[in-house]
């Protein structure tokens, strides 16, 4: 293998990008331990306070950050902002860029409870079809609404969670195809 393409597999390998709310991140990281954002290098530091919450700092700039992972979104609560993040190696984009099912791989998508809360509201029906980014229920948890949305799109399947009720964290809400 040429020098010029072991360094690009290299980068490759330590390259991500994140997507929060459908904006993208490029976020490498150096063998040296040096970090770059979009292109641009920052000073990076991150603390594992308990299982789910990270102190972290980027340049001069902290935040406290809770983040829970599931089915690969990870839903992060900074500063009372509930957000969704993804988080994707430049060899997973590559990857998937050239597969030629083009994710038919992931036919069925199971939408869990982040937390325990209460059914607010169900936004969709038994059948329709979902946009990626698409609300699909409304949980309020400690006084706090919070809308789940699609990671994808898909057809609705079938709901197991109605409005009123009371469901428990990692609880299937929603099954999706």
């Known amino acids: 293998m040429e020098e010029s393409s072991h360094r690009e597999y290299e980068v490759a390998l330590s390259s991500f990008v994140v997507t929060i709310n459908a904006k993208e991140y490029m976020v490498s990281l150096g063998a040296d331990g040096h970090v770059a954002l979009n292109g641009v290098p920052a000073s990076v530091d991150v603390q594992r306070l308990d299982e789910r919450t990270f ?27 509930q957000l969704e993040a993804t988080v994707e190696s430049e060899r997973e984009r590559l990857l998937k860029k050239y597969d030629k099912r083009g994710g038919a791989a992931r036919s069925r998508l199971e939408i869990h409870a982040p937390m325990p809360a209460l059914v607010v509201r169900v936004e969709v029906m038994v059948g329709e079809e979902v946009k990626q980014g698409q609300g699909l229920i409304i949980l309020e948890a400690m006084k706090m609404e919070n809308e789940i949305k699609a990671h994808q799109a898909g057809i609705v399947k079938e709901i197991y969670a109605g409005k009123g009720k009371p469901v428990e964290k990692g609880e299937l809400l929603m099954l999706m195809e």
Do not use: C, H, P
């Not at 406290?64 to 979104?73: H, N, P, R």
């Open 55 to 81: 102190s972290v700092l980027v340049d001069v700039t902290s935040a406290t950050i809770v983040a829970e992972e599931f089915d690969g979104v990870y839903r992060v609560l900074r500063n009372g902002l």
